[in-house]
């Protein structure tokens, strides 16, 4: 088992990998039906059960940085690969706790508009969309990086083709379906990829001889430091700030705030939490069993592979093993359905990204800001599908020139470092302080999103990840703007308040809403 030629799959496996696409298409032509309005396109229509949001948030999450990610970390760093799994559960507490209810009850397609709703100001709806913007960008080319690397793995095209294909997909996935096409595949594939997951960590599990002997033999591969701190992060801060990412980052991406508006009320928003939570935890649990039995199975002979990779490879790596190795007609269709499901879960999830960021640049800085809300619902649509495009095509171009070899969950790790840095603190202090000011929610995102970026670039005493001075830096520029800018009145302070207690589990269908809360 050496080089590329390891993962080129034979004709068997692309007609699988062929098969798991087609369906995905076929989801997203059915979706395309159900997209009749602006609310169908951009939030589902609101009509989403807590069950199903929950299965759509966890395969919104259930990403390549932790279905391929995290394994190829866990395989090269053991224990700190494990450990920052954890503090990412935390994000949907918070997100269950903090943002459920009032997100829900606002009733909005963007966090810009959420912000109007309390400010109404254009420069901080602006300050918000620029943010999204920015974030979702910047995870999508993680999603890119892992769909090209899988593609190019599994057929031998180049890297830079293989990119290319994804982003056509995902363009088809959001020109026909928006929102609904996103939520479909995205339920389906949380269900196929944990079913794929467990079938693989049962076959680990037999191959070595239960869980006892996978953590003997792994650590007996990995070495004596294998199962201790260190491997990754070696100054015990760094490890504590990329927590802190994923802890905080988690509840500020945009794409898993939006969810919070595609659920029929308050109360289906947070059952979707609890159904998320639940999910990717035991996920998580999976992929900590795949990481240590890579470990504990793959031969040397690929280590050159895995870290040309970034640990991308290691997950088609073992599936192959498990199957007999290369040529083998199991590991064929194995590798096929372990590619073809991540590959699924890449297209969907940069899908959500994609409309998330496209409805940003039409909802808040479109319609919003340079219509000044008087575009019709059709203009809408037109220019959501056109700012789709453009934002797949930039994030398609900034991927070509990052290339492959980059761990998925790293740069995972600093995208959430932005969003803890410059989202959550914004959002959560609009919520829930009343002296908090418009001017320091502009602040607080843009100084927070310069901040992160340059401290991500230019990282000070030597932390990979910058969340442990970013996101205490964002909050106290927030703080300090509050304090030295002009507050709300009273009565405006209570007129959100009063917004925030309503429960809209009596909203109207997208059929039946009334225009300009469509569309504002």
Same mark, same amino acid.
């Given at each position: 088992?050496?080089?590329?030629?390891?993962?080129?799959?034979?004709?068997?496996?692309?007609?699988?990998?062929?098969?798991?696409?087609?369906?995905?298409?076929?989801?997203?032509?059915?979706?395309?039906?159900?997209?009749?309005?602006?609310?169908?396109?951009?939030?589902?229509?609101?009509?989403?059960?807590?069950?199903? *949001?929950?299965?759509?948030?966890?395969?919104?999450?259930?990403?390549?940085?932790?279905?391929?990610?995290?394994? &190829?970390?866990?395989?090269?760093?053991?224990?700190?690969?494990?450990?920052?799994?954890?503090?990412?559960?935390?994000?949907?507490?918070?997100?269950?706790?903090?943002?459920?209810?009032?997100?829900?009850?606002?009733?909005?397609?963007?966090?810009?508009?959420? %912000?109007?709703?309390?400010?109404?100001?254009?420069?901080?709806?602006?300050?918000?969309?620029?943010?999204?913007?920015?974030?979702?960008?910047?995870?999508?080319?993680?999603?890119?990086?892992?769909?090209?690397?899988?593609?190019?793995?599994?057929?031998?095209?180049?890297?830079?083709?293989?990119?290319?294909?994804?982003?056509?997909?995902?363009?088809?996935?959001?020109?026909?379906? !928006?929102?609904?096409?996103?939520?479909?595949?995205?339920?389906?594939?949380?269900?196929?990829?944990? %079913?794929?997951?467990?079938?693989?960590?049962?076959?680990?599990?037999?191959?070595?001889?239960?869980?006892?002997?996978? $953590?003997?033999?792994?650590?007996?591969?990995?070495?004596?430091?294998?199962?201790?701190?260190?491997?990754?992060?070696?100054?015990?801060?760094?490890?504590?700030?990329?927590?802190?990412?994923?802890?905080?980052?988690?509840?500020?991406?945009?794409?898993?705030?939006?969810?919070?508006?595609?659920?029929?009320?308050?109360?289906?928003?947070?059952?979707?939490?609890?159904?998320?939570?639940?999910?990717?935890?035991?996920?998580?649990?999976?992929?900590?069993?795949?990481?240590?039995?890579?470990?504990?199975?793959?031969?040397?002979?690929?280590?050159?592979?895995?870290?040309?990779?970034?640990?991308?490879?290691?997950?088609?790596?073992?599936?192959?093993?498990?199957?007999?190795?290369?040529?083998?007609?199991?590991?064929?269709?194995?590798?096929?359905?372990?590619?073809?499901?991540?590959?699924?879960?890449? @297209?969907?999830?940069?899908?959500?990204?994609?409309?998330?960021?496209? !409805?940003?640049?039409?909802?808040?800085?479109?319609? &919003?800001?340079?219509?000044? &809300?008087?575009?019709?619902?059709?203009?809408?649509?037109?220019?959501?599908?056109?700012?789709?495009?453009?934002?797949?095509?930039?994030?398609?171009?900034?991927?070509?020139?990052?290339?492959?070899?980059?761990?998925?969950? @790293?740069?995972?790790?600093?995208?959430?470092?932005?969003?803890?840095?410059?989202? $959550?603190?914004?959002?959560?202090?609009?919520?829930?302080?009343?002296? $908090?000011? /418009?001017?320091? /929610? @502009?602040?607080?995102? #843009?100084?927070?999103?310069?901040?992160?970026?340059?401290?991500?670039?230019?990282?000070?005493?030597?932390?990979? *990840?910058?969340?442990?001075?970013?996101?205490?830096?964002?909050?106290?520029?927030?703080?300090?703007?509050?304090?030295?800018?002009?507050?709300?009145?009273?009565?405006?302070?209570?007129?959100?308040?009063?917004?925030?207690? #309503?429960?809209?589990?009596?909203?109207?269908?997208?059929?039946?809403?009334?225009?300009?809360?469509?569309?504002?």
């Amino acid at each position: 088992m050496t080089g590329a030629d390891t993962l080129r799959a034979g004709p068997t496996a692309l007609i699988v990998f062929a098969a798991f696409i087609a369906a995905g298409l076929a989801l997203t032509v059915l979706a395309a039906r159900r997209t009749r309005g602006s609310a169908d396109y951009w939030t589902a229509g609101g009509s989403l059960s807590g069950r199903q *949001n929950g299965f759509a948030i966890a395969g919104d999450y259930v990403s390549s940085a932790t279905f391929i990610g995290n394994t &190829g970390l866990i395989f090269l760093v053991g224990f700190d690969g494990t450990f920052i799994a954890i503090p990412a559960l935390s994000a949907f507490v918070l997100l269950l706790l903090l943002f459920a209810e009032p997100l829900r009850n606002l009733g909005k397609f963007t966090i810009g508009a959420v %912000l109007e709703v309390r400010y109404k100001l254009k420069s901080v709806r602006t300050a918000a969309a620029v943010g999204s913007l920015s974030i979702s960008v910047c995870y999508m080319i993680i999603q890119l990086v892992a769909g090209g690397v899988i593609l190019q793995l599994l057929t031998g095209i180049r890297f830079e083709l293989s990119v290319l294909l994804t982003i056509v997909l995902v363009l088809v996935y959001v020109v026909l379906g !928006g929102m609904y096409a996103a939520t479909f595949v995205q339920i389906a594939k949380a269900v196929i990829v944990t %079913l794929i997951a467990l079938v693989i960590a049962v076959w680990v599990l037999v191959r070595v001889g239960g869980p006892t002997q996978l $953590f003997a033999q792994a650590g007996a591969e990995g070495g004596p430091a294998f199962y201790l701190p260190g491997n990754l992060y070696s100054n015990p801060w760094a490890l504590a700030s990329v927590s802190l990412a994923f802890a905080l980052g988690g509840a500020g991406l945009p794409h898993l705030l939006v969810r919070l508006f595609t659920v029929k009320d308050a109360a289906a928003g947070r059952r979707s939490l609890v159904w998320a939570t639940s999910l990717i935890g035991f996920f998580f649990i999976l992929v900590t069993i795949l990481g240590l039995g890579a470990r504990a199975l793959l031969p040397e002979s690929t280590d050159t592979l895995i870290t040309e990779t970034g640990g991308n490879a290691v997950l088609p790596l073992l599936t192959i093993f498990l199957g007999g190795g290369p040529g083998a007609l199991a590991a064929d269709i194995a590798l096929a359905v372990v590619a073809a499901a991540t590959f699924a879960t890449i @297209v969907a999830v940069v899908a959500g990204l994609t409309v998330t960021a496209a !409805g940003a640049m039409t909802h808040d800085l479109w319609a &919003g800001v340079l219509r000044k &809300g008087q575009a019709s619902e059709r203009e809408e649509l037109i220019v959501g599908r056109v700012s789709g495009v453009v934002v797949a095509l930039a994030a398609m171009a900034i991927t070509l020139m990052a290339g492959p070899g980059i761990n998925v969950t @790293v740069l995972a790790s600093q995208v959430l470092a932005v969003a803890a840095s410059a989202s $959550f603190p914004v959002l959560l202090l609009t919520l829930y302080w009343r002296r $908090f000011t /418009a001017a320091a /929610a @502009v602040y607080g995102t #843009v100084i927070g999103l310069v901040l992160t970026i340059a401290l991500i670039l230019f990282p000070p005493f030597g932390l990979a *990840n910058p969340a442990i001075i970013s996101v205490p830096a964002g909050f106290l520029v927030c703080i300090v703007a509050s304090l030295i800018t002009p507050r709300q009145t009273d009565t405006e302070a209570a007129k959100f308040d009063a917004a925030l207690s #309503v429960d809209h589990t009596a909203r109207p269908t997208a059929a039946h809403t009334p225009r300009d809360e469509v569309i504002h």
